[in-house]
């Protein structure tokens, strides 16, 4: 028996049943049912197109000093360039998944591109992870976001390496270290004292101490924490004379109790008597694959029915045909040698099963249905629905009262890429899904040209690119290059991340891929490994329940820069027909005007794209021209949530380090300073201006700017958007928040003494009550308030401390009757309390922050890319004594080829002999993408 199916991508439906002997008709109702499930599908991606995001950076790893460069490919669902979004967001975050750094940048036609720096006052060492995405793509989870993981190096702060391996004795849960401490000289640190400390994150579980032999040996053992999280576990090792100089070492060992092994059927269940295929992940303590071995016995018998080996990673494939009523078990094989017993999932004696065969050298694929009797005997009707990109391309209808159904559908009905089939029942939800891949290796393909093999140092070195489809036919499109030394940058181009991996594979993916470059190799054990991977990988897609629901989007595209916001009344109700001026303050000046809606909203679009100004926003209503008292509020786009975001650990560089990391760092640190003298003729020295600041307005009962520290507002306006929070912490010299002595409560400290937090001269404490006398209760009270601010708020901060700038307010709160005055050690109150007089923009003190009619706006800035360093040795005697030492040669992010398919840069080598590796990557932003590599001899190497 065959299913009835439809070809979708040209929309038009031949709804007919291939039967074994003739053709048969659809029954109407059922051919209705299933166009508007098709529909339903449409009319979902139509509202919510899906928007794909890939960044090429310059190399997998950096160093404090370093500049991150990248290019960024904003694509649609189809691998067109998405018209949705003209601003791209990119962060850095830390290994706290603080953002420590965040940047904007304007899109066009799908592309961008820029830069982040990692200064030494700014960045420390540790592992950071580059987050990207647009407003729309908000609309679709954090998982639809770009992430890149690496390590940043600081040479300056790390003179060890460290050889270190580690072992569990499962006997007695000991863990031994065995660990070798040398310099970057390679020479060992012989015979010194240490101190040892075993962290569980942050929470110190042992502390010790020893010394290490003359070789740099030393042998740690300990036991192991029963609820210690192994990827959380680190020894530090610590000199005990200059405690400045440690190394943390991650503890690498796995317990075969908490190995995360599971074995998932196809398409959801095991039934009795349907051929199971049944994909199987092993994942260690640390978040990576482990290989394993093993096999399956059912628990009737205790008979061994089949044996199974991880092809990659830890994933794997077993076949068994599972009986009725019999249970099962896999008795695993670990890497250490350690042995566990994992159950397989529970027979079902009811089901559906999808099965799907996927040969790589056939240009068909096998799907077959599997039912079960009791539900054959319902005589109800289910729906396989096959889609790639966000396009429904396979329909097929399965009839009613037939217990197996096979059907051969042609790959060419999909693009390259992951497909998703969904059997659906008549209530639209989704019984079965199954992933394939479908390879028609269409990819671009590029050739790149160095005019000769090998070149010598300080040589000029031409590139040519030629870009064709499949069909040999030139193509036009948008690529980058990142030209890297091989003896300081670590590549693996079969298992690296590319365009390719992430466009075509694991963009639709749920969770981490470990070295996706692999499935996309020659390998023999490849292609199976990949149906593993997709047989235990979690789709990246919409609820079912959408299709029906149809919801709307909460984040709107930003087609362009632009200032959005609304106009309400005192009384918070929105504000029609009011006029609002904008104003650009500073180099790049201009004024535009609009009106609100009847909503009381408004709309600046289509702003230039500056990399730095302030906005001045007033309302006006009538003829009068003047501001009028009401409450300007913005639309902005914040920083999405970091608190629960699982990122990736990369080990610190100078454990078991390579000898191309070795040397990247080594160099680092006097290239940076070598690049300021080939750009600057000099090191450069900060100079540090500092004034007496005065704040216009200020309610300061001593006089305006007489305080013991003035934050003024230039140094407040530099901060953009931080909250005043944040702001406070940063810029109020001795500011602490700590805990009350004897208490459990927090609160805020200027050198010791209790803050008052004082807005436009309106004290915020005094109209503290506490309600439910939990912990922390007058923190969250104040804290509410800070996080309410945003620097834009604030036209400065006083901080007042001493006895002479303090006693004013102290005498008003006496005369106030405030008992909440801080008593000091004599017990007079008020000495031991610190004032932060605060003055707002709007001057309505704590409880109104945008009001009579004027906002001043510093937007976040629209980055503008830098200008990549490429030195120029028209004389390769010139300039000999600037130690040439790039470690990224070449980054070129602005490459478009011509009508011919061609497009041509060049580049200086350096001074080493070594090779370099060209990484060239792109899309024709219609519909395909490219990478290739090419390596090129420098110095006869």
């Given at each position: 028996m065959n299913m009835s199916f439809y070809k979708i991508p040209l929309k038009f439906f031949v709804i007919f049943f291939l039967f074994s002997g003739g053709v048969f008709k659809v029954d109407a109702q059922e051919r209705q049912n299933i166009q508007q499930v098709i529909s339903k599908i449409d009319t979902l991606h139509s509202r919510m197109p899906g928007e794909k995001l890939y960044l090429q950076l310059d190399k997998p790893y950096y160093a404090v000093g370093d500049t991150i460069w990248f290019k960024g490919y904003i694509l649609n669902s189809l691998l067109n360039y998405s018209p949705l979004s003209g601003r791209l967001y990119v962060e850095l975050l830390n290994d706290s998944n603080k953002i420590v750094k965040r940047i904007a940048l304007a899109a066009g036609l799908g592309i961008t591109w820029g830069d982040i720096e990692l200064p030494p006052d700014e960045i420390k060492e540790g592992t950071y992870t580059i987050r990207a995405y647009t407003n729309w793509m908000r609309n679709f989870g954090q998982e639809s976001f770009f992430y890149q993981n690496f390590y940043v190096a600081n040479p300056a702060s790390q003179d060890w390496l460290v050889d270190a391996n580690a072992s569990l004795v499962p006997i007695d849960n000991k863990v031994k270290m065995n660990i070798k401490l040398s310099n970057m000289q390679n020479s060992a640190i012989a015979s010194k004292e240490l101190q040892l400390k075993l962290l569980d994150g942050n929470h110190i579980i042992y502390k010790g101490a020893a010394q290490t032999t003359i070789d740099g040996i030393l042998n740690v053992d300990f036991l192991l924490p029963a609820n210690a999280a192994i990827k959380h576990l680190a020894l530090v090792a610590q000199d005990k004379i200059n405690i400045k100089q440690s190394v943390i070492i991650p503890v690498n060992v796995s317990r075969a109790k908490d190995a995360d092994i599971q074995f998932m059927p196809e398409s959801g269940d095991m039934v009795a008597g349907i051929p199971a295929h049944i994909g199987?992940?092993?994942?260690?303590?640390?978040?990576?694959?482990?290989?394993?071995?093993?096999?399956?016995?059912?628990?009737?018998?205790?008979?061994?029915?089949?044996?199974?080996?991880?092809?990659?990673?830890?994933?794997?494939?077993?076949?068994?045909?599972?009986?009725?009523?019999?249970?099962?078990?896999?008795?695993?094989?670990?890497?250490?040698?350690?042995?566990?017993?994992?159950?397989?999932?529970?027979?079902?004696?009811?089901?559906?099963?999808?099965?799907?065969?996927?040969?790589?050298?056939?240009?068909?694929?096998?799907?077959?249905?599997?039912?079960?009797?009791?539900?054959?005997?319902?005589?109800?009707?289910?729906?396989?629905?096959?889609?790639?990109?966000?396009?429904?391309?396979?329909?097929?209808?399965?009839?009613?009262?037939?217990?197996?159904?096979?059907?051969?559908v042609a790959k060419s009905l999909f693009p390259t890429g992951i497909a998703h089939f969904t059997l659906l029942n008549t209530s639209n939800m989704p019984v079965n899904e199954r992933l394939i891949f479908i390879n028609h290796n269409d990819n671009l393909k590029i050739d790149i040209k160095t005019g000769q093999q090998s070149y010598a140092p300080r040589d000029s070195i031409p590139v040519k690119i030629i870009v064709s489809n499949t069909t040999g036919q030139p193509v036009v499109g948008s690529f980058s290059a990142a030209v890297t030394d091989d003896g300081q940058v670590k590549r693996n181009k079969a298992t690296s991340p590319s365009i390719l991996t992430h466009f075509l594979l694991t963009d639709d993916l749920k969770g981490f891929v470990e070295d996706p470059g692999y499935y996309f190799t020659d390998d023999k054990d490849a292609w199976q490994a990949l149906d593993a991977l997709l047989l235990t990988q979690g789709w990246i897609g919409y609820d079912w329940k959408n299709i029906s629901t149809l919801p709307k989007p909460l984040f709107e595209p930003e087609l362009s820069n632009r200032v959005k916001g609304s106009v309400t009344t005192l009384f918070n109700k929105p504000m029609d027909h009011a006029d609002v001026v904008l104003i650009s303050t500073g180099k790049f000046r201009f004024v535009r005007d609009t009106t609100t809606n009847l909503q009381g909203q408004f709309i600046f679009d289509k702003l230039p794209a500056i990399d730095s100004t302030t906005f001045v926003l007033e309302a006006h209503k009538g003829k009068s021209g003047k501001a009028i008292n009401a409450g300007i509020s913005l639309d902005e786009v914040s920083?999405?949530?970091?608190?629960?975001?699982?990122?990736?650990?990369?080990?610190?560089?100078?454990?078991n380090s390579s000898d191309t990391v070795l040397n990247y760092v080594k160099s680092s640190l006097d290239y940076f300073k070598e690049l300021e003298i080939a750009r600057y003729g000099h090191v450069l020295k900060e100079v540090v201006v500092k004034a007496q600041a005065e704040i216009k307005g200020s309610d300061n009962l001593n006089g305006v700017g007489n305080a013991n520290q003035v934050i003024g507002e230039d140094e407040v306006k530099d901060a953009g958007k931080m909250s005043l929070y944040d702001l406070i912490l940063k810029k109020v010299e001795g500011y602490t928040v700590s805990f009350l002595p004897k208490s459990q409560d927090r609160n805020f400290f200027v050198r010791d003494k209790k803050v008052r937090f004082v807005f436009d001269g309106v004290d915020l404490t005094r109209f503290y009550e506490p309600i439910t006398g939990q912990t922390d209760e007058y923190y969250y009270y104040i804290k509410q308030y800070l996080d309410n601010f945003t620097a834009e708020d604030i036209k400065g901060i006083e901080v007042l401390y001493s006895a002479k700038y303090i006693a004013s307010y102290i005498n008003r709160n006496i005369a106030d009757n405030d008992e909440l005055l801080a008593l000091d050690a004599t017990g007079q109150r008020g000495s031991d309390n610190a004032f932060l007089e605060i003055t707002t923009r709007s001057g309505n003190g704590p409880f109104m922050t945008k009001a009579n009619g004027v906002y001043v706006y510093k937007p976040m800035p629209t980055t503008l890319p830098a200008n990549f360093y490429r030195p120029r040795y028209l004389n390769k005697d010139t300039g000999r004594k600037f130690a040439d030492l790039r470690s990224t040669i070449d980054w070129e992010p602005n490459i478009i080829t011509n009508k011919s398919g061609e497009a041509s840069f060049t580049f200086f080598a350096a001074d080493k002999s070594t090779t370099y590796t060209i990484i060239l990557e792109g899309s024709d932003l219609n519909g395909a993408i490219g990478y290739q590599v090419k390596r090129v001899i420098i110095g006869g190497k």
């Open positions: 199987f992940k092993a994942i260690g303590e640390d978040g990576k694959g482990i290989d394993i071995s093993g096999v399956i016995t059912d628990n009737t018998s205790g008979k061994e029915i089949l044996s199974f080996q991880s092809l990659y990673k830890g994933m794997g494939i077993i076949d068994l045909l599972p009986v009725a009523g019999e249970t099962y078990t896999a008795r695993i094989k670990l890497p250490d040698g350690e042995n566990k017993e994992v159950p397989l999932p529970a027979v079902q004696s009811s089901g559906t099963v999808l099965h799907i065969r996927n040969p790589a050298d056939k240009d068909t694929i096998t799907v077959s249905v599997f039912i079960t009797d009791d539900i054959v005997k319902k005589n109800m009707p289910l729906y396989l629905i096959g889609q790639s990109r966000d396009v429904v391309c396979f329909a097929a209808t399965v009839p009613v009262g037939v217990p197996t159904i096979s059907v051969r920083p999405s949530d970091t608190r629960n975001l699982s990122l990736p650990v990369v080990s610190p560089w100078y454990i």
